[in-house]
């Protein structure tokens, strides 16, 4: 089916946000499809490669995935990020890459499409990866911008973890009593809709938080 790449890009998605071991072996059964499925579709696939690899800490193989995504949407005419956010994802494994120059550029250009286009969720994980590259009160601004677009349109994972850059953030800029009820929104969301990962994260700021 074509359909089985975009289909393992959800399901391996949904399984790393639980921290659960199994989101390799969905790609297992989709290898070599990278030559058969439509371009459309074999993005989908590479995407989930580049979040597996990324949460593996392998950015270098994630970063070539994203960006092999884009190379696949450009041949397609695709430039619209609500379609698939490659270039936020990008630039956050070239952030950790140290490649900063790399990672402001991908940014810049998906919030400038994203802020053309107008979805919530698009627009919000753009402003949610501008704030990461930001400091001080730019990045707060960002990303406290980021979490109400994406409570607003209910990505409930994607807002608990812009919840918990944004307190962390706060936390940065010596605020921890402000940063501690964020923290607290951000673990309970985290929980209630079982993304492990998001809220290991927002506990251990809290701790470091007081």
Known sequence: SIYRSSA???LVSGLLEQEDRGAAAVLQPCAGSLST???FFA????????RLAAHRRADGLALEAFLAVGRLHAELLIVNPAVLPWR?????????????????????????????FGA????????????LLARGDD??????SAADLLMGCGAHVEHAR????????????????????????????????????VAEAARSELRIAG
């Open 8 to 10: 393992a890009y959800c």
């Open 37 to 39: 499925d439509p371009p």
């Open 43 to 50: 993005a989908w696939r590479l995407m989930a490669e580049g």
């Open 88 to 116: 936020s994802e990008a630039a956050l494994a070239a952030r950790r890459l140290g490649q900063l120059d790399r990672a402001r550029a991908l940014t810049d250009e998906e919030l400038r499409l994203a802020e053309r």
């Open 120 to 131: 919530p969720r698009a627009l919000g994980l753009a402003r949610r990866a501008a704030g």
């Open 139 to 144: 990045a707060i601004d960002l990303l406290r």
């Open 162 to 197: 812009a919840l918990g850059d944004l307190g962390a953030a706060v936390r940065r800029c010596g605020h921890p009593a402000q940063a501690r009820p964020v923290l607290r929104d951000a673990l309970a969301l985290a929980e209630d809709v079982g993304a492990r990962g």
